[in-house]
């Protein structure tokens, strides 16, 4: 019996840019696939599209952007249009995870790594949009066996 389960793809959607990243074969881990230049709705949303089709995804993940109070802004308003625009286009399920501090995240483990982030805002898209698809990962995997 095989554990591969269908890809899914994780994005960090902002404004000029979105992060893109990708679960390994066993659903287990998630990887910066890459970042995408936004021109317009319509573009992106093709673009996104044909990597999910090309990577077999079954399912997107979107971070969504809440308040630290929980609330949602603009922004998250923004995402959810986007999102589903994408939904519409692919014929596939969203699932929106929370992507609160998610960039903080991401700059830290680049900076570890020895990553230079300051002008290098298409890694740190890469990587938000890594932690955003590992975390929903994490809370969908099952507890490992002891």
């Not at 596939?92 to 230079?116: C, F, H, M, N, W």
């Not at 975390?135 to 099952?142: A, C, E």
């Amino acid at each position: 019996m095989s554990n591969l389960k269908p890809r899914m793809i994780g994005l960090d959607v902002g404004d000029r840019r979105i992060g893109v990243a990708i679960s390994d074969p066993l659903g287990m881990t998630a990887a910066g696939l890459e970042t995408i230049h936004r021109v317009n709705m319509h573009t992106d949303v093709d673009n996104i599209a044909l990597l999910a089709a090309r990577h077999g995804a079954v399912q997107i993940v979107v971070g969504l952007p809440y308040n630290m109070d929980g609330s949602m802004g603009e922004q998250a308003e923004k995402v959810k249009s986007f999102a589903k625009k994408l939904a519409n286009a692919t014929g596939l399920p969203i699932v929106y995870e929370d992507e609160r501090l998610t960039t903080i995240s991401a700059i830290r483990t680049l900076t570890i790594q020895g990553v230079k982030t300051g002008k290098n805002r298409d890694m740190v898209d890469k990587q938000a949009a890594a932690i955003i698809l590992q975390k929903y990962l994490d809370r969908k995997s099952p507890p490992p066996i002891a």
